[in-house]
């Protein structure tokens, strides 16, 4: 069956430090990838999704990047973090139907 | 508009009551539809696909209703645990899953 694993849970960093979020998806190749981020009581807001390695569409310009070095392994990464970019990040996967997600990760940026 | 549009509520609900909430969306040519569940800081789960036929799954019914637009989902004899927030997905013609912002439901004992 398919799993996918998203770490860390939580995490506090300063602002102006870098950030890296790694995801990874096992039982399936090829998936589509997919990070989100919501912020407190909002909506899923879609940041990034790919389709296939090296392939990486951005929804919305912001301090963040994301790179799949590989076929099940999503990285989403800032080189400077702000204030702004706290909020609660997912993972997800899909094939041609439903996502499914990671446990993602509480960022707060102090 | 919105592409996907959903009631944030909060739904207070007694329990045991029946609670319906709809999502509409706008692109027509959307293929595939979700509900899922969002308990507070916790990622969304899957609660169940919408079939063009309508499904149930439990106390769960969903509808889809294509010349409207919408998509349904009602519980019936609702129970504590089900507070939560729904989510409602749409899948479009490309790879994309667009994202309603969550009906926030409330079950009262």
């Known amino acids: 069956s398919q799993t996918i694993h998203q770490w860390p849970a939580t995490l506090v960093q300063p602002v102006g430090s870098p950030l890296s979020l790694e995801c990874t998806v096992e039982g399936t190749s090829n998936p589509n990838l997919y990070w989100y981020r919501q ?72 | 508009r919105k592409e996907v549009e959903q009631d944030p509520g909060p739904f207070n609900v007694p329990e045991g009551a029946t609670v319906a909430f709809n999502c509409t969306y706008s692109n027509s040519a959307s293929q595939s539809f979700f509900w899922y569940r969002q308990d507070c800081r916790k990622e969304p789960k899957l609660l169940m696909s919408v079939y063009s036929s309508g499904n149930e799954d439990g106390r769960f019914t969903a509808q889809l209703n294509r010349a409207s637009q919408y998509i349904s989902l009602l519980i019936r004899d609702s129970k504590l645990s089900d507070s939560a927030t729904y989510l409602c997905v749409v899948r479009g013609s490309n790879y994309q899953l667009i994202w309603g912002a969550g009906t926030k439901l409330i079950i009262k004992p």
């Open chain 1, 39 to 110: 912020a407190a009581g909002r909506g899923l807001q879609l940041l990034f999704y790919s389709v296939g390695i090296g392939q990486i569409s951005s929804e919305v310009p912001q301090n963040l990047s994301a790179s799949r070095p590989q076929d099940r392994q999503f990285i989403l990464s800032s080189k400077k973090l702000l204030l702004s970019d706290s909020g609660f990040y997912l993972c997800a996967w899909s094939e041609q139907g439903e996502a499914f997600f990671g446990q993602g990760t509480r960022l707060t940026v102090v």
